[in-house]
């Protein structure tokens, strides 16, 4: 097998060329910025907003700053202002039952015009109501009805009068009411003249007062009525009055509302109650005890009441909307999203009317696009359920939230709920999305359609030109300084180095607007009026440096050889694996080594770091691959006598991931073979069971992880990382690691097989099987057969005199 070639400069770093951009700089860009590469996730959105249908709403996943949300509002905002604008909504008071504020539908910009037309109307009968109430005519008829009840009531009791003087018999009026006495000549008779009188005399005076009291009594019981029938005619003579003063007001009124049937229906219950409740704007003298208590306020208290009883509550005011709205909830807390019922305090006890409805970003949004965060959606209790009710019913039903757990004892409200035409948009990750489709089963019924965003766009020339656009919006819009085409093109190489794929750039915009403000700093610190590509470069430099602290700790504790790493010797059995840390999102390489050790035993091959729980599942996995190679390639007409051992030297958090395994298998060919590996190698690659030397991810990190180890002991030209043949694309490595490679004195080699690998490390072929079925002599396999071959026969030897001692 022909061994692999050192890799050209060319193929470390892929430059973007600036010669091929037709710009000078960013500021001549002004054209739309295109979701270049989220061609999928555009159709998705397109669809989704396209049909008309219950439960097409749409989930755009993606990792966070990769554009979700400003490709959907870019692409609302060209479709948004064509669809018609919604109907405002308002809640108005239930006169029959409070309790169910009534929801009245009212044409764009015509809620807020009722609204101030009901506080004119208030405001003006304020004034008529009195006036026509104080007015001459009404006291001469209220003075009129009042004077027939004490005419009528005055001649029941002059006749009652008359009929007891033609019996000779007073009717005199006492404190505790009216009482009859005989009279002679013309005076009335005192007790004892009365008593003097003939029997017979008496009982006939005492049967006429009897007579007379009888018809007292049903005068006496006739004069409630007449009460009612004068209270019922003031009542009439009030309504008429009232009506007389209303009309013309609601008259004009509903002539401006002639078209909406609903507002119709309304003010016709509204007059009705005016008229039923005039005295309420009728000025009172203000009760002492109220005032005594700061309930009450004269005038100021009277008109508040009325505003309160007759105001129109706007819940959705789109008399400013062009179009269809388009909403972004930042906080979906529940009452934030349906709409809440407040109460306000009024001696210790909670008050309510409709006037305390307050909408939510449903009643905003609705007739248009509500979009919001999955993840603040999820973590506020609630809301998520509200979401889908209202989705689920297409109506919109204001529920107080205390009154519904029992958190307060008080009446509430029930308002009229609101129909929801609407379109909602979650934005979230890939793993929420999932998790969401699995263990909830409203999710997919709801949220049919999922716009799955890229992690990374092609570096092609669209997508070259996408970032470009990008820069260039990001600096109009927060005024920064301009770039060249060369920071242009730095800009565009970092994206492909940040994608982890030289053919690709990435998709996550956010790291891309970081960049671009931080280079706008240093330009605006050195005094440019142009941001260079030396800027970007110092952005990125400072960045890392920024989070390198730990980095710098670990390399410095490895000069000082606390952490034991070899660049420049040669070992049986030991070899430079690469590793990755991430701490605070910043990755950064470094070597470990990796040891293997091999005794007399029954073929396995231990895991030092699982043993001890340190190793993850995936790292285990690999190890196991080892085994299957091993017994493969060597274990075919005899079991594998060995007991090998693996482990990470000095290593105490852990680890995870395959991309050692090529790594673990040199080093037991190496223990095996008793070959010795070159220290001056790094090796990083995962392996399958026959051998072949698998992707990796993170390379550029790890490679520069061991170049600057071995840098900063000083470069010799033998040191270099054997990766993944897979993972040359991958490379985008940073400038001194290219120069290095340029001046001969670092070197990177692809790998598509352990035999490749095992000679580079090793100066020794691997060997392959000849047609006798044997390795040539001297290869590493065939070293590596032969120390079976003795250890199985050790192993023979050993059982065959214990079976005799045992005999």
Not at 93 to 105: D, G, I, Q, S, V
Not at 362 to 391: F, M, Q, V
Not at 498 to 521: N, R
Not at 664 to 683: D, H, M, N, T
């Amino acid at each position: 097998m022909p061994l692999p070639e050192k890799l050209s400069p060319a193929k470390l770093y892929r430059t973007c060329n600036a010669r091929e951009f037709s710009f000078t700089t960013t500021a001549e860009l002004d054209g739309p910025i295109k979701a270049t590469g989220q061609e999928r996730a555009v159709e998705a959105i397109t669809f989704s907003m396209g049909i008309r249908h219950d439960g097409f709403n749409l989930f755009a996943l993606g990792p966070n700053g990769t554009g979700k949300q400003s490709a959907i509002m870019q692409f609302l905002g060209t479709i948004a202002p064509k669809a018609p604008v919604p109907s405002d909504w308002c809640y108005v008071n239930n006169f029959e039952h409070p309790r169910h504020p009534k929801a009245l539908r009212l044409p764009a910009g015509k809620a807020a015009t009722i609204c101030r037309d009901m506080e004119h109307l208030v405001e003006a009968l304020l004034t008529i109501i009195p006036s026509a109430f104080s007015s001459e005519e009404y006291q001469v008829q209220e003075k009129n009805i009042r004077e027939k009840f004490q005419e009528h009531q005055a001649e029941a009791f002059e006749e009652l009068e008359k009929q007891a003087a033609e019996q000779h018999i007073a009717l005199i009026k006492t404190p505790a009411g009216f009482a009859f006495a005989p009279e002679k000549n013309g005076e009335v008779l005192k007790p004892e003249e009365f008593m003097m009188l003939k029997k017979k005399e008496r009982e006939t005076i005492e049967n006429e007062i009897m007579t007379l009291k009888t018809a007292m009594q049903l005068i006496m019981a006739q004069i409630p009525k007449w009460q009612r029938e004068t209270q019922e005619k003031i009542k009439e003579l009030n309504r008429n009055i009232a009506n007389f003063a209303v009309k013309p007001l609601m008259a004009e009124l509903k002539n401006s509302y002639a078209s909406l049937s609903d507002v119709i229906g309304y003010l016709e219950t509204l007059e009705n109650d005016i008229i039923e409740n005039f005295d309420q704007f009728l000025e009172k003298e203000p009760d002492p005890r109220e005032m005594l208590l700061g309930l009450s306020s004269g005038k100021f208290s009277q008109k508040s009441s009325l505003l309160s009883r007759y105001r129109v509550n706007v819940i959705v005011d789109n008399s400013m909307t062009k179009g269809a709205p388009v909403v972004y909830e930042d906080k979906p807390a529940c009452q934030n999203l349906v709409g809440d019922i407040e109460h306000i305090s009024q001696m210790g006890t909670l008050l309510t009317d409709f006037t305390l409805i307050k909408p939510g970003a449903l009643h905003r949004a609705n007739g248009g696009y509500l979009l919001i965060d999955a993840r603040r959606l999820l973590l506020e209790p609630l809301a998520y359920e509200a979401l889908k009710k209202a989705l689920r019913t297409r109506q919109i039903r204001i529920e107080s939230l205390a009154q519904l757990y029992s958190l307060i004892s008080t009446v509430s409200l029930e308002p009229e709920p609101i129909p929801l035409d609407i379109k909602v948009i979650l934005i979230g990750e890939r793993q929420l999305y999932y998790l969401l489709n699995v263990y909830d089963p409203d999710f997919s019924e709801l949220f049919k359609v999922a716009a799955d965003f890229d992690d990374e766009l092609p570096a092609d020339d669209n997508g070259k030109l996408a970032y470009a656009r990008i820069i260039s919006a990001i600096a109009k819009r927060d005024q920064l300084h301009h770039f060249d085409r060369r920071a242009v093109a730095r800009v565009i190489e970092h994206g492909s180095r940040i994608s982890g794929d030289s053919t690709k750039l990435s998709a996550h915009l956010q790291s891309i607007s970081d960049l671009v403000h931080e280079a706008d700093y240093y330009t605006s610190s050195a005094g440019r009026k142009l941001v260079k590509a030396a800027d970007v470069q110092q952005a990125i430099d400072a960045r890392v440096l920024r989070s390198s602290r730990i980095q710098e700790k670990i390399r410095e504790a490895t000069l000082k050889h606390s952490i034991l790493i070899d660049t420049d010797s040669e070992k049986i059995g030991q070899i430079n694996g690469l590793a990755i840390y991430s701490p605070g999102g910043q990755s950064f390489g470094h070597p470990g080594r990796i040891t293997a050790r091999v005794r007399l035993g029954k073929g396995e091959v231990i895991d030092i770091e699982r043993e001890v729980e340190m190793g993850g599942p995936i790292h285990s996995k690999g190890v196991m691959i080892l085994s299957g190679f091993l017994g493969a390639r060597f274990a075919i007409n005899q079991p594998l006598s060995l007991s090998a051992s693996l482990v990470f030297e000095q290593s105490y958090s852990g680890v995870e991931g395959d991309s050692a395994s090529s790594a673990e298998l040199y080093a037991l060919l190496s223990a095996l073979s008793g070959v010795p590996i070159r220290q001056w190698f790094a090796v990083t690659g995962s392996v399958n069971q026959f051998g072949q030397v698998q992707a990796i991810g993170g390379v550029n990190e790890k490679i520069e992880g061991f170049f600057d180890l071995c840098n900063a002991r000083g470069l010799t030209g033998k040191q270099g990382v054997l990766i993944p043949a897979a993972n040359v694309e991958n490379l985008m490595l940073r400038n001194d690691v290219v120069n290095a490679a340029k001046k001969r004195r670092f070197a990177i080699y692809p790998v598509t097989h352990v035999d490749e690998g095992i000679e580079l490390l090793t100066g020794t072929p691997a060997g392959e099987l000849d047609k006798t079925g044997n390795y040539p002599t001297g290869t590493i396999n065939s070293l590596v057969v032969a120390k079976l071959n003795e250890m199985a026969k050790k192993i023979k030897k050993f059982t065959a005199s214990a079976s005799d001692e045992d005999e």
